[in-house]
């Protein structure tokens, strides 16, 4: 399958990412609704939408803020750079037991982010100050300093990070140096989806 490279096709068929795709069993269309007002929102606040790993992604100041996406049992808003969050409320949730911090809001049923606007919209507006200010988290020191493409590609994608935090300290490193050795932005994304398959098998970038 190919992910989409349009937003307007994921409302209407889905991410392209399996074979559910634009059928009536695919997440995206079995929370359209719900989606649909994620989405609203996020325009209302004055952000840019793009497709960025088959889902809906939201921009400001040329950084990504937020992408939404349906699963199964849930659909959702993640927010990236999520370390910098200070979440008031209390309302984030890690993505999985390897998530470093607590990066979404979880919706389960499609009203839920017309009824939780006010929140979303808070929430959105204070990640967007950051973009403004030019504020990044900082880096842990003890951590693999990961490229910024892999980092937002980690973010964009729960499955994907957390099969790449199940990883060996050794099997994450190889991807890390694999993707250090492209010279431009494009080729290291394009390396990153690539390499899916075989991070969710549990294998490093050179393994069969």
Known sequence: MTM???????FADGCGRCDRFATADCSARRWEAGLRALRRICLGC???????WGHPCY????RNIAIIGAFRDDFRISFFNA????????????????TRHP???????????TTRERLIRSYLLEAMSYADAGVKPAR???????PDELVEALDADPVLAEAFHTLTPGRQRSYV???????HAETRVSRIMKFRA?????KGALER
Do not use: C, W
């Open 83 to 98: 370390a910098l969050m200070q979440d008031p409320e209390g309302a984030l949730e890690r993505q999985g037991p390897n």
């Open 177 to 183: 140096i694999n993707l250090a050795a492209a010279k």
């Open 4 to 10: 989409i490279a349009d937003p307007d096709v994921y």
């Open 46 to 52: 004055g952000l840019e939408e793009a497709a960025k």
């Open 198 to 202: 075989r991070i969710l098998a549990g």
């Open 103 to 113: 990066d979404m809001l979880r919706f389960t049923d499609p009203s839920q982010p």
């Open 59 to 62: 921009v400001h100041k040329g």
């Open 140 to 146: 842990s020191v003890e951590s693999l300093e990961l």
